[in-house]
């Protein structure tokens, strides 16, 4: 299977309002069956305010796979992925903002491609 021959582009834009009270997570749709997804680039940030936390993850069968995070956020620092990311059947991305205030704008913007396997 040649990675770099894939099936089409991969593009999506999720926003969020923020909550004083809870954590707000932003997810992807989970990867269909027999389908790669590959996240090139991944953005999250909240442009509003700043934040104690931003985690991102995968979330498979109930359990969630934390890849990355970042303490201290600024207003607007745009929290980018550091790698590539692969999802295969049944993942969904997600990204967990905590310590949001309403109604903070939270954003999570990610590129990438598709392939049948």
Not at 8 to 22: F, I, N, P, T, V
Not at 86 to 103: Q, R, Y
């Amino acid at each position: 299977m040649n990675v770099y021959q894939f099936d089409r582009l991969y593009r999506s834009k999720k926003k969020a309002s923020g909550d004083g009270s809870a954590d707000v997570r932003i997810s992807l749709r989970p990867v269909s069956a027999k389908k790669l997804r590959v996240l090139t680039h991944v953005a999250v940030e909240n442009q509003t305010n700043t934040c104690t936390q931003i985690r991102i993850g995968i979330h498979n069968r109930g359990e969630d796979y934390f890849l990355d995070e970042l303490r201290t956020v600024l207003t607007a620092e745009l929290c980018v992925s550091r790698s590539d990311i692969l999802l295969g059947e049944g993942d969904s991305f997600f990204a967990l903002f905590s310590d949001t205030h309403d109604p903070d704008i939270l954003v999570m913007t990610c590129v990438g491609w598709e392939q049948p396997l």
